[in-house]
């Protein structure tokens, strides 16, 4: 019921756009975002958005590059990833919950993963 579309390879300093569409539900108060997991690290949480697009979150290591945005027509959520770095190469993972948007053990729903390689 998420359906993540996006990534691929691309150079440093180059940008990538990832689309999240949640078919078939809408979360009321609660979020969809953005986790990713790089080869032998644990999954860290990227950037979320509220279901009502009020609020946004976005990890230390990414903010002033990524940027998220939610079309409520759509029930889409975009990642828009700007200026990559190769450590930004990982599985990201559209997710969802009816939790808080920063409560992230509480992303019950994903999408599946789509890799975003960058290289340098």
């Known amino acids: 019921q998420l359906q993540a579309s996006g990534g691929g390879l691309v150079q440093a300093g180059g940008s990538l756009r990832l689309s999240c569409a949640a078919s078939?539900?809408?979360?009321?108060?609660?979020?969809m975002g953005w986790f990713r997991q790089a080869p032998e690290k644990e999954r860290e949480f990227v950037s979320g958005?509220?279901?009502?697009?009020?609020?946004?979150y976005t990890a230390a290591s990414v903010k002033g590059r990524f940027t998220i945005s939610k079309d409520n027509a759509k029930n889409t959520v975009t990642l828009q990833m700007n200026s990559l770095k190769p450590e930004d190469t990982a599985v990201y993972y559209c997710?969802?919950?009816?939790?808080?948007?920063?409560?992230?053990?509480?992303?019950?729903?994903w999408g599946q993963g789509t890799l975003v390689t960058v290289s340098s």
């Open positions: 997710a969802a919950t009816y939790g808080l948007l920063t409560d992230f053990q509480r992303y019950n729903l």
């Open positions: 078939g539900r809408t979360f009321g108060s609660g979020a």
């Open positions: 958005i509220t279901w009502n697009g009020g609020n946004t």
